[in-house]
């Protein structure tokens, strides 16, 4: 049982690029056809070494502080939100509150911006 943890672990550190290498020689040596999709899971669990950073697409705008000028925050929020007034209120209480999530970088950081003007602290995660 020992032999199969350990060889657990040297799988789980593998490389993306050692990933494909063990890939090929399962295909040529023993005739094993990888899935595909086990393939590219276990890339990205091994942490890589690069070769397959992706940009990330999505991001949340996170309300840090509302700073010193709480009110202009809480009317931006709820103008941003589309939420009422009082939701917009305990958005801004709660910070650090997600504000919006899974948004564009472009929507992201306009939100930002306008937030940041105002007078908060925003992190896009």
């Not at 799988?11 to 090929?24: D, F, H, I, P, W």
């Not at 705008?61 to 941003?80: C, D, P, R, Y």
């Amino acid at each position: 049982m020992a032999d199969i943890k350990k060889l657990a672990e040297e799988l789980v550190n593998l490389t993306v690029k050692e990933v494909n290498e063990l890939a090929e020689v399962l295909k040529e040596e023993y005739g094993i056809e990888p899935a595909a999709a086990a393939v590219a899971v276990a890339g990205p669990a091994a942490g890589g070494d690069g070769d397959a950073a992706a940009e990330q697409t999505e991001f949340d705008v996170i309300l840090k502080s509302a700073g010193g000028s709480k009110l202009a925050i809480v009317k931006l929020v709820k103008e941003m939100t589309g939420v009422g007034l009082k939701e917009a209120k305990e958005l801004v209480d709660k910070a650090p509150a997600p504000l919006k999530e899974k948004i564009t970088k472009e929507e992201a950081e306009a939100l930002k911006s306008q937030l940041e003007e105002a007078g908060a602290e925003v992190e896009l995660k």
